[in-house]
């Protein structure tokens, strides 16, 4: 999917492993006005964030190998301003307080309606 140059709404890149899933949240960003990248690994998600400035990042909290954690951190040290949203279908008490500790925006549970993710970009 290839990110407009102008987006209305911001900046979002989007890091989830699940290929329909990853396509389904960027198709719908994009329907509501942000430009979107897509990526489906930490590696690629890492290589992104180097080289392009993004207001919110939306991954999901195991992805490829890498702690979504980690690409929180990686995010937030590149521009502090950015906000990140962790999505996730493990979720437990441990990994929401870690998330909220290190200063992720929200945190939300797979299954999740694509509603209530794009309120929460929003208000990122």
């Given at each position: 999917m290839a990110p407009r140059?102008?987006?209305?709404r911001g900046r979002v890149l989007?890091?989830?492993?699940e290929e329909l899933l990853r396509w389904s949240i960027g198709r719908y960003l994009e329907r509501h006005g942000f430009a979107v990248d897509l990526v489906g690994?930490?590696?690629a998600a890492m290589d992104r964030l180097a080289s392009r400035a993004y207001d919110v990042v939306v991954t999901d909290l195991a992805v490829?190998?890498?702690d979504g954690l980690a690409i929180a951190a990686q995010a937030r040290s590149l521009r502090t301003e950015v906000?990140?949203?962790v999505i996730t279908g493990q979720s437990s008490k441990d990994s929401i307080l870690k998330a909220l500790r290190q200063g992720v925006a929200d945190y939300i549970e797979k299954p999740f309606d694509l509603?209530?993710?794009l309120l929460t970009v929003e208000r990122a």
């Open positions: 140059e102008s987006p209305a989007v890091v989830e492993d690994d930490g590696a490829g190998g890498t906000q990140v949203v509603e209530l993710l």
